[in-house]
């Protein structure tokens, strides 16, 4: 930066009628004249809203990044981004990840901005906003929302959405009353922050310290806890030298980093949502990274965080316990030690500093706290492009299974029909839906979880084999095979599956058949694409969304979307 003008010069260093219209109409605002003579210009991207808690504070938590940025001898301004209220959005906040990502690229592409500091939490506000940010390639961080405190109800702890699946199905199954399942409601959310499980919220928030676009504990540290402001001061004080020393995004979103991040997400027994988001920002940096690489890699760590849903813990906890420095202390022998992280320190000299501090929350490579709970990769003619499984969710006994198809169309079709009592369902069959993938719903919404028959959860079945190419909440568990590539909307072999099928399902052999002849498919295939009907969808970003998202195997980012545009826009507004 020292011996180059500041890109947002292009725009404050100009004496001439440009200069006067670019620094006029931002003076307005109370910037003196001194903070235009070529300063780094700091922009903080605020996905505020009050539409869901996890990211209400964040308009808060932004006026600390500032104080960091003036310190550091910035000048930081904030613009707001689209939030994506997952528990809010329909069909699905998944729809509008990716134009949260076109907003925040073009919003940084078109602006005055030397360096960004990112503000998102929920699930898909940071994925969305570091694949806009990645395909400019400024020098960028990541403050996340910070967790929820620790559920409370009935005197004991309960997790964000992972308890919410387990009440519901005790209210079905006639073990709960649904006074107390309402009464669940105001204990589960009692502070602003993110989901406090490992969801997807703090999966991806653990994922971003593995990747090293965060500083360290920003994934642990709840929303309220007065650390994470002083971690939003210290990330404006550091942006601002990143600026200086023009670190850009793709220094750091290596290939080693997303092996980092892989082993992370393997270890904490992260979201099955992380590995579209990672795989989507790999083709944004242009990383080279496939679906088997989380199944190869997965196998590195066994389960070493205690956190609901694969465990019994919160992130509060997991705070108190060390967070993700203190995982990745513990994955020393397999986690790339010499990644370069935004902190200007090294994964290994991060892990070399952290400690442990509660062995039941955080285990060790000797005495894990369960086995590799990567996510299997499984291939097969029902799923050619790949389908995934979190084994750690899973029941054990169901890993491996043949069974029955039980067939809905789609969501409606099983909404209408699930809990019929003549339903030809038993424990043994395996319950398959279509039209949830990325063009079939649109947006591939997380229903894969589907809830069981009522009348096999009133017979106390707890568990079955589901596929779908949907995708689950993080916080989700059971045996559910999620994201079938292609999906059934795309003419996948999911399409032409049919109640009453054979399906064989082999985990550690990695393996989904469908045990119908490929006489008899090609038979169905043209049945199926002789009664297919005109999309309903015919304007707006939902036909942009489907005539150009790519398959779950992809990230399902837009085709177009793929790689970087650059920081660089040459002409001027006027
Ligand atoms: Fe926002 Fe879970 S709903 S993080």
Redesign the pocket.
Known sequence: MADKPARSQKNFGKLDRDGFIHRSWIKGTGLPDHVFDGRPVIGICNTWSEL???QFHLRDLAEYVKRGVWEAGGVPIEFPAMSL???QMRPTAMLFRNLLAMEVEESIRANPIDGVVLLG???KTTPGQLMGAASVDLPTMVVSSGPMLNGKFQGRDIG??TDVWRFSEAVRAGEMTLADFMGAEAGMSRSHG??NTM???STMASLIEALGVSLPNNAALPGVDARRKTLAHMTGNRIVELVKQDVRLSQILTREAFENAILMHAAIGGSTNAVVHLLALAGRVGVELSLEDFDRLGRETPLLVNLMPSGRYLMEDFCYAGGCPAVMRELSGVFRREALTVSGFTQGQIADAAEVWNRDVIGSIEAPIGPSSGVWVLRGNLCPDGAILKPSAATPDLLTHRGRAVVFENIEDYKARIDDPDLDVDATSILVLKGCGPKGYPGMPEVGNMALPRKLLQAGVRDMVRISDARMSGTAYGTVILHVSPEAEAGGPLALVRSGDEIAFDGPGRSLELLVSDAELASRRQTWEAARAPSTFTRGWYKLYIDTVLQADRGADLDFLVGKSSADVTRESH
């Open positions: 869901v808690t996890c209220p997952e528990t939490g929920c699930d964000s959405g993110t989901c969801g997807t919220a």
